[in-house]
């Protein structure tokens, strides 16, 4: 323990001290630090374990792309969450941090068991070993392996929190505020542009941040950012957005960025929304992302203490924080030497620069020795000392193979620097490789997209300056005064003289997967790298191998005998770093989550405690049970006031479509099956539609208004799917009929009256209307008023009973339903809801599109062939029913059942068979299709699709059910009730 | 989300208000033309489909917009639209599709 914070250096606000706790200890850092920085100024390393071997480990980055550090925030109920990388988070004042996948502690885990015998768990372990008994997968296997493989715990409590989502537009979205990204914005903020741009850290300038060794335009690199961002800030056309990471990028330039709001602050202030989301539309983006430093691939890489040169770098000019006393480089790289220079001039003893080329200019050589550092050319790290930090490492030299052992706290890796293209490759850019540069660049843009600066392999801040003002469309060139970004080898392979089955070099920390997982991989026999990926998973964990990827890409090429660009790379996939799902949600939750349509009158229904049921998107009152009553009492007191003498039913939801036109009829003969040119006006006819393949698509009644004007209704469901359909027909292949169609489902209130009193109720409050069973005979439609409102008045049944659908505007609907249910007093009138209709109607064997029929049943099938018409030459659905297969013997077709015993009702979707003696899988002759209670008939009653129901009338079928018990039931015809319909005429 | 151009409004508008419906240029016979097809003939209109790859004639409906059913050239592989069309306007013909994309690119 002790104090690694560097004075003057960092922009930390040192006059802010913040205090939290990590696994329950209590540290204190400064306002500005990110929870690694403020527990690397107090010296703790160790912040987490591997997700394997259970591994001790530190962070190995400053920023997003850490694999290492992650960590649990809490912060009261609901507000967990787990996986939270330790160098992107700021620590707020109390904040509750604690390590994962670990047990008991931090220090002594027991899992790190797995560690020891970490050869018995090689590529492929889990698949290869957790395969027998079948019975063992979900019992034992699975809870074992999510036991000790793992990152934190879910959050098993609702998050209170508030998330939001907005849409934005631009001109120009630049992602990315470094020296790139911010030249970019001040050429383009002189331009009339709309510019927004975005950065996932705190402060906007990227590497130049804390960069006191550079100079831009005469200024000091941070001078020059705090006057960049002071114009960008008086621009009003430009939007600057911090704490805002690009997550995906879409087709045409849809991006989406997701903001954290609250994260930061202390607890007693949040109550604002927490993140957001912005989905953006740019005509032009930018990506100025940068590069992620690459670590390299050798024996015991992976203790606490071992970084990314970069990330040393960061830590110490972002927060003033040195992340070890006595630092051992170990390179490939040129620009691991100016890093070290950097350290070595804040005080920090740099113990080597172990480098792992040959050749290395002198210039960099002698300024080293120049600092009093040893360099080590042509040499590698074979070994690292130190279990819980990084002790010591044990340079190797190949050629005079000698070792020597150099004491450290803490190790720095640089294997060169890989651009990021994420989101480039998200957009469909494509990609090419650089030989020269080692890395893969940008080539091809698929939208109206660039990349600048080190992420198009432009490295270096003055390539990055001035490709940025090229992108924002200045023209500004700049001068810089900054230390040589230099080159690099990229190295497949480290030498070392210990046995392979000895060491242990990590490539995906989080996972991980060691250079000998994807060698085994490759020796297997998997040759895509898409393959090779998921057999490691290397590249699979939450930093989705931004650290890994090349890497591992080197390594399996060189055990495939190929070169880099031959083996290509994985699929880069959004989102760009792992986001809650609160983020994904935005507001669409709770009563939000999906839009309930009501009626006019379900307030009506709430109010007299109705049960309600979901119908589509539609929510309809289900049944209105009265004290003590279940949905079975319920329902058969409803049926029976009914049908004794009134009910009263919300039928809004029905699909409502308003054909007008003069080739209106002309139309409806080409949509239905049956004839429409002779309906005369004021009356209706039920029609039956089919889809061109000639199944059975939906129904309704139509009521004819006038010679050129049909109110057609749909099924409750079916209504956006039937007009569609019509439209379609309409717009397509008859665009000669001169016909409009106006979906009218919001625009009419139904109030369905059935029971022999309907006509006495009605009767005081109509106008203009002759309600006389003469004047107005079933399957009619008159126009006049009710209770004063103009109403269409349907006489019509669902039921069977004498029965009327009131149509009048929906902002009548609740007064009209109320008058009516206040009269009806006199009647006993009674609400019924959905279960009530359903029971009437499959009383009367009246079909429900899709539970009597599922899209394969045709009118003949469903009994129906009395609808369609033989007369007319054309109509959807004609040509099909002639397709042998559809008027082959033994179709499925729909018949009625009654049990043995009237007191059995079958379960719907039940399955029939002839035999119930036979051998299991028995032969299927169909199922239960509709299947209910019948008071009015003291008895159960059902449909049913069998094969070749209408020749086995009178036979016994059988329903085996679950349990050993059969039902036994006869076939008949499916109308139980009234079956001359004398109901209807009641006078 | 993609945009699309529906040629009525001459607008390019977001994806959620456009709704796929299937091959373009697929023309529905006439009744006497139904009556002389025989099952195999007709089951080809009704079931068979390119399912190209690359540069593909379909329709689209402008569901939650102007209302209309429009047909557009799209490239299956690059998911991109490459001009779309008022329905009566005949099947474009190579030439075509090549000279709308040179107009695209400048």
């Known amino acids: 323990m002790g104090d690694f914070r560097k004075t003057g250096k960092g922009v930390i606000d040192t006059q802010q001290p913040v205090s939290f706790t990590f696994d329950g200890k209590s540290y204190s850092g400064f306002k500005g630090d990110t929870l690694a920085s403020a527990l690397l100024a107090n010296g703790v390393h160790l912040m987490g374990r591997s997700f394997k071997y259970h591994r001790p480990r530190g962070p190995v980055g400053a920023g997003f792309e850490e694999p290492n550090a992650l960590v649990t925030v809490t912060r009261g109920k609901g507000r967990m969450t787990p996986n939270l990388r330790a160098t992107a988070i700021e620590i707020y004042e109390g904040m509750m941090a604690s390590s994962q996948n670990r047990w008991p502690g931090l220090g002594f885990d027991i899992g790190a068991f797995n560690n020891t015998f970490s050869a018995f768990f090689p590529a492929g372990f889990y698949n290869k070993t957790f395969m027998w008994p079948k019975s063992f997968w979900d019992k034992v296997y699975e809870p074992f392996i999510r036991n000790m493989a793992g990152l934190g715990p879910a959050p098993t409590e609702v998050d209170p929190d508030v998330y939001g989502a907005v849409y934005g537009h631009c001109d120009i979205l630049i992602i990315g505020s470094g020296p790139a990204g911010l030249a970019a914005a001040l050429a383009a903020a002189k331009k009339d542009q709309r510019v927004i741009l975005v950065d996932e850290n705190v402060n906007m300038g990227g590497s130049l941040i804390g960069a006191g060794h550079v100079s831009i335009d005469e200024k000091s690199a941070s001078d020059w950012v705090a006057k960049a961002l002071k114009d960008l800030n008086k621009a009003d056309n430009v939007v600057l957005m911090t704490r805002t990471s690009a997550i995906g990028y879409y087709h045409d330039n849809f991006v989406a960025l997701a903001e954290r709001l609250t994260d930061y602050i202390p607890e007693a202030q949040i109550g604002k929304t927490r993140e957001k989301l912005h989905r953006i539309r740019a005509g032009k983006v930018i990506l100025a992302q940068g590069a992620i430093e690459r670590p390299l691939v050798f024996n015991g890489n992976d203790k606490p203490g071992v970084m990314l040169t970069s990330a040393a770098q960061t830590f110490l000019n972002k927060y003033g924080v040195a992340v070890g006393k006595e630092v051992a480089v170990f390179t490939a790289h040129d620009s691991a030497y100016s890093a070290a220079f950097e350290l070595a001039d804040s005080n920090v003893r740099i113990a080597a620069i172990i480098d792992a080329r040959e050749g290395v200019s002198a210039e960099l050589i002698s300024a080293a020795e120049g600092r009093g550092i040893d360099v080590h050319i042509g040499s590698v790290i074979s070994k690292t000392g130190g279990k819980k930090r990084v002790r010591s490492v044990e340079v190797y030299e190949p050629v005079h193979n000698t070792q020597k052992t150099i004491a450290c706290d803490a190790l720095l890796m640089s294997g060169g620097w890989t651009p990021s293209l994420h989101l480039w490759s998200q957009s469909k850019g494509s990609i090419k490789w650089d030989e020269a540069k080692g890395v893969y660049l940008p080539d091809l843009a698929n939208e109206n997209c660039v990349c600048i600066g080190s992420c198009n392999g432009d490295f270096g801040i003055k390539a990055a300056l001035d490709a940025g003002s090229k992108a924002g469309g200045g023209r500004k060139v700049y001068k810089t005064d900054e230390p040589v970004f230099g080159s690099g080898q990229v190295f497949d392979h480290l030498p070392n003289y210990i046995k392979p089955s000895k060491t242990k070099a990590f490539v995906d920390f989080q996972n991980d997967v060691t250079d000998k997982d994807i060698k085994l991989a490759v020796r297997e026999g998997f040759k895509s790298i898409e393959h090779v990926k998921r057999y490691t998973t290397n590249g699979m964990a939450t930093d989705q191998g931004k650290l890994s990827n090349l890497n591992a890409l080197e390594i399996a090429a060189k055990a495939l005998g190929k070169q880099a660009p031959q083996v290509g790379l994985t699929t880069f996939r959004p989102p760009y770093t792992p986001t809650t799902f609160g983020t994904f949600c935005g507001y669409r939750t709770d009563d939000l989550f999906e839009v309930t349509r009501k009626t006019a009158i379900d307030p009506w229904a709430e109010a007299q405690g109705a049960v309600f049921e979901p119908v589509g998107i539609w929510r309809r009152a289900w049944y209105f049970p009265k004290a003590g009553e279940d949905m079975h009492a319920a329902v058969a007191r409803e049926c029976k006031a009914t049908r004794d003498s009134l009910g009263i039913f919300d039928a809004s939801t029905l699909g409502k479509i308003e054909v007008v036109g003069p080739d209106a009829a002309k139309f409806m003969n080409i949509m239905y099956t049956n004839p429409w040119s002779k309906l005369g006006v004021g009356a209706c006819r039920y029609g039956l539609m089919l889809g061109e393949n000639g199944y059975i698509y939906d129904d309704g009644v139509v009521g004819r208004i006038a010679e050129d004007r049909f109110h057609v209704t749909t099924t409750t469901g079916g209504a956006p799917r039937v007009y569609r359909h019509m439209e379609d027909y309409l717009q397509t292949e008859f665009p000669e009929l001169d016909v409009w169609l106006t979906s009218t489902t919001e625009q009419w209130s139904v109030i369905a009256l059935n029971g022999p009193n309907a006509r006495k109720l009605i009767e005081p409050f109509v106008e203009g209307i002759d309600l006389s069973p003469e004047a107005f005979p079933h399957m009619n439609v008159r126009e006049g008023k009710i209770c004063g409102v103009p109403t269409r008045l349907f006489r019509v049944s669902f039921s069977g009973e004498l029965g009327f659908e009131i149509n009048v505007p929906s902002h009548y609907g609740r007064a009209v339903w109320e008058t009516l249910f206040a009269a009806g007093e006199q009647f006993d009138i009674t609400p019924y809801g959905t279960e009530t209709m359903h029971v009437l109607r499959a009383e009367k064997g009246f079909i429900i599109i899709g539970q009597d029929t599922d899209g394969t049943v045709t009118p003949q099938d469903a009994g129906m062939s009395w609808i369609v018409s033989k007369k007319k030459k054309d109509f959807v659905g004609k040509r099909s029913l002639q397709r042998s297969d559809l008027v082959a013997e033994g179709r499925k077709q729909l018949i009625g059942l009654l049990t043995d015993d009237p007191k059995t009702v079958l379960e719907e979707g039940a399955h029939i068979v002839a035999d119930p003696d036979q051998s299991i899988p028995m032969d299927m002759l169909g199922h239960v299709t509709s299947s209910y209670w019948s008071e009015s008939l003291g008895k159960s009653i059902a449909m049913a699709l069998v094969k070749d129901g209408f020749n086995r009338m009178g036979d016994d079928l059988y329903i085996p059910m679950e349990g050993g018990v059969t039902h036994k039931a006869k076939v008949v015809k499916p109308v139980f009730y009234d079956p001359k319909g004398e109901r209807l005429n009641v006078v | ?106």
Not at chain 2, 77 to 82: A, L, N, Q
């Open chain 2, 1 to 106: 989300m993609m945009l699309i151009h529906c040629p009525y409004c001459d607008e390019k508008r977001p994806e959620i208000e456009f709704a796929y419906a299937g091959e373009a240029h697929i023309v529905r016979p006439n009744a006497a033309e139904q009556q002389a097809m025989d099952d195999v003939e007709w089951s080809k209109f009704m079931f068979i489909r390119d399912n190209k790859r690359g540069e593909h004639c379909e329709r689209w409906w402008h569901a939650n917009g102007c209302n209309m059913y429009f047909n557009a050239v799209r490239n299956t592989v690059t998911d991109k639209f490459i001009k779309s069309y008022k329905i009566g306007q005949k099947r474009p013909s190579a030439a075509q599709i090549q000279k709308w994309k040179d107009q695209a690119n400048g």
